[in-house]
């Protein structure tokens, strides 16, 4: 496999990036690097250390870092995951509110870690953050449960203070939306399973307790949509296929159906084994943001309830 780290992987421009991805000899892996700069997303960092986890250390090989920007990659982890030895030495500062390095998950522990990492990044009152933790637990959890990945989920987020936005990547080389999404339903491809699994609702219910028949498979739907009321990026990328929310103008209507959104979609990208989700989440409170969240809030609390109602329900015999 060959991965270029382009000048900027952001998810607006992502599509170059994917473009130049190179799955052949899937036992090997070759990374570059622009020269000078490199400005990425988290989606990027996850999916090359998601792949990267798949191939023995020895078979991988980067190329000499030049780029003033070098020093990112070391601080996220990335050579970590890579076992590679970058060369590169640095004094790490604080994270907290700032940032959480790539992380690998694969219990209900390193979850739960992750979600609090993560919670100062948001920079939010607890009755909006709230709701969008409990999405992203939901998010990791169905990689978990789904993926049928021997790594877990590959993670990783940062704050960017300027535009008061926090970028997500969550990648996984599991089985891929489309065999995942087979189990219940019939996509004639990779794009026809992303739509499904962006459809509230209709990928099945989840057993835990948050999750009732009223919000199964809403995750997606529902971190989407956080996205569209803010005018935001949303990617999700599994075998040749690519689903990217764009951003839109002052009209806001929340759509069940992606293919309703001001969106862009292919379906011809180098196939990836796995799926790579990448989220831009603007956290300034608007009035649609702060409606928004307080809906969503509402939903998780009835939920909960219903299912701690459904658990304690003992069987009635005649």
């Known amino acids: 496999m060959k991965i270029h780290i382009p000048h900027s992987a952001w998810l607006n421009s992502i599509d170059t990036f994917l473009q130049e991805f190179d799955p052949s000899k899937p036992d090997k892996l070759k990374i570059t690097f622009n020269k000078k700069w490199m400005s990425i997303h988290p989606m990027v960092l996850s999916m090359i250390a998601a792949i990267g986890l798949k191939i023995d250390s020895s078979k991988i090989e980067c190329e000499k870092l030049e780029a003033t920007s070098k020093h990112y990659l070391e601080r996220m982890k990335l050579f970590d995951f890579l076992g590679v030895d970058s060369g590169i030495k640095i004094k790490e500062h604080e994270a907290a509110g700032r940032f959480v390095p790539l992380t690998q998950i694969k219990d209900s522990k390193s979850l739960t870690k992750f979600i609090t990492d993560v919670t100062p990044l948001l920079h939010l009152e607890p009755i909006h953050a709230e709701p969008i933790r409990y999405i992203m637990s939901e998010l990791i959890r169905n990689v978990l449960e789904h993926s049928l990945s021997e790594h877990g989920a590959i993670v990783c987020a940062q704050y960017y203070e300027k535009s008061n936005t926090v970028r997500i990547g969550i990648a996984d080389t599991g089985i891929g939306v489309w065999k995942s999404i087979r189990e219940s339903h019939n996509p004639t491809n990779d794009l026809e399973a992303i739509r499904m699994a962006l459809i ?45 929310l764009l951003k839109r103008g002052k009209k806001i209507k929340l759509h069940a159906e992606p293919f309703d959104d001001r969106h862009s979609k292919r379906n011809d990208l180098p196939k990836l084994d796995g799926t790579v989700v990448g989220i831009d989440l603007s956290l300034d409170t608007t009035q649609e943001f702060t409606l928004l969240l307080k809906l969503l809030n509402e939903t998780l609390r009835e939920a909960i309830k219903e299912r701690k109602k459904a658990r304690y329900r003992k069987p009635q015999f005649i």
């Open 200 to 244: 509230p609702g209709l990928t099945g219910t989840t057993k835990r307790a948050g999750g009732t028949e009223r919000n199964a498979g809403a995750g997606l739907f529902f971190i989407k949509s956080i996205a569209s009321i803010n005018r935001d990026f949303f990617v999700m990328y599994s075998g040749t296929a690519m689903y990217k």
